[in-house]
């Protein structure tokens, strides 16, 4: 079916109903979960896919609530420590990264030997 205007299409019985269901236990102050336990007409699966489908507002929210935060990172102006084979490296920042590389192999190679 196409729609040629911006009118949601016309809700069929089966549809009302489900709206129906939706505001009783929307009134109930129940979960979800418990009010369609306690029935017999109605299970959780349909009740909750008919919400998404009749109530898409609700359940996913419309997009107008959201925001945008800028944060900032720094990295940390210490020092770090790493410790590899017993041995203890202080790593102060902007340090030289081939550097560190060439003093972790020469511990591993230590400590295979």
Not at 50 to 73: C, N, Q
């Amino acid at each position: 079916m196409v729609q040629l205007n911006n009118e949601p299409p016309a809700l069929n019985e089966h549809d009302l109903r489900m709206m129906e269901f939706i505001e009783e236990w929307k009134q109930s102050g129940q979960s979800m979960s418990e009010w369609t336990k306690e029935r017999e007409d109605i299970t959780y699966y349909q009740l909750s896919r008919a919400r998404r489908k009749l109530f898409p507002e609700e359940v996913y929210g419309t997009g107008k609530d959201h925001t945008w935060s800028a944060i900032t990172m720094e990295f940390p102006s210490s020092s770090i420590n790493v410790h590899l084979n017993g041995c203890r490296i202080e790593v102060p920042p902007g340090f030289d990264r081939s550097l560190l590389e060439e003093i972790v192999e020469v511990l591993k190679d230590a400590h295979k030997s």
